[in-house]
């Protein structure tokens, strides 16, 4: 399977545990955005990352949050000390160039009890 | 103003209508155009680029006007299938070519 993958597809944290959400992207792709997506809103960009580089994190909540994408290895959006808010669907992304078509992965739904 | 508008909808339509949808986008820089469909709990995916000067996919017709910042969707000829939520996404030029999604516009296709 060539497109992006994401796990888990469903991830139950309680309050003040840690979330670590992975992301493959495409075969050949090396750009990778993070989006957040609450219920009956649209997407919203959290981060963007080529390998072992951030590119623009200013969708990324100060605190808390943190994101990674190693030489080797998928994309990391991590989350510390999770609360009730961080329920969410958070989708992947990759693209090849930066600037054309993307493709998403299937998403990780979040939810903090 | 926000970056990507679009009216959220619903729009409720009659199997075979033709139905039509606007984006505005406020940034002027903007060089690439998409729109997505995304289903209920599902990723969104690509269903078209927008080219300046217009392009058709089957049913599916997309345009872009420079002057007044906006991009529209045309469905002709509506199937139950097409009920979903689509998405407009802008680019702007330069600096690190963040795709901007507005919130989407859903459409229910009934029969």
């Known amino acids: 399977n060539a497109g992006v993958m994401q796990n888990p597809r469903h991830l139950v944290r309680r309050r003040g545990q840690e979330a670590r959400l992975r992301c493959s992207p495409m075969?050949?792709?090396?750009?990778v955005y993070w989006y957040r997506q609450l219920p009956e809103e649209g997407l919203k960009f959290m981060v963007y990352?080529?390998?072992?580089?951030?590119?623009?994190e200013s969708g990324m909540p100060k605190e808390r949050f943190s994101a990674e994408f190693p030489k080797e290895g998928p994309s990391i959006l991590r989350i510390q000390q999770v609360v009730r808010g961080d329920s969410a669907a958070y989708f992947c992304?990759?693209?090849?160039?930066?600037?054309?078509?993307?493709?998403f992965g299937s998403g990780t739904r979040l939810t903090v009890v | 103003r926000k970056e990507v508008e679009q009216d959220p909808g619903p729009f409720n339509v009659p199997e075979g209508a033709t139905v039509a949808f606007n984006c505005t986008y406020s940034?002027?820089?903007?060089?690439?155009f998409f729109w997505y469909r995304q289903d209920c709990r599902k990723e969104p995916k690509l269903l078209m680029s927008?080219?300046?000067s217009g392009n058709e996919d089957g049913r599916f017709t997309a345009q872009l006007n420079r002057a007044s910042q906006y991009i529209s969707l045309l469905i002709r000829d509506s199937k139950l299938s097409d009920s979903a939520t689509y998405l407009c996404?802008?680019?702007?030029?330069?600096?690190?070519?963040?795709?901007?999604f507005g919130r989407g516009t859903s459409l229910i296709v009934h029969p």
């Open positions: 990352l080529q390998k072992e580089n951030i590119i623009d």
């Open positions: 075969k050949g792709h090396s750009h």
């Open positions: 992304a990759s693209s090849a160039e930066g600037r054309y078509g993307y493709t």
């Open positions: 927008v080219y300046s």
């Open positions: 996404v802008v680019h702007a030029s330069g600096g690190s070519y963040i795709p901007t």
């Open positions: 940034n002027s820089a903007s060089q690439s």
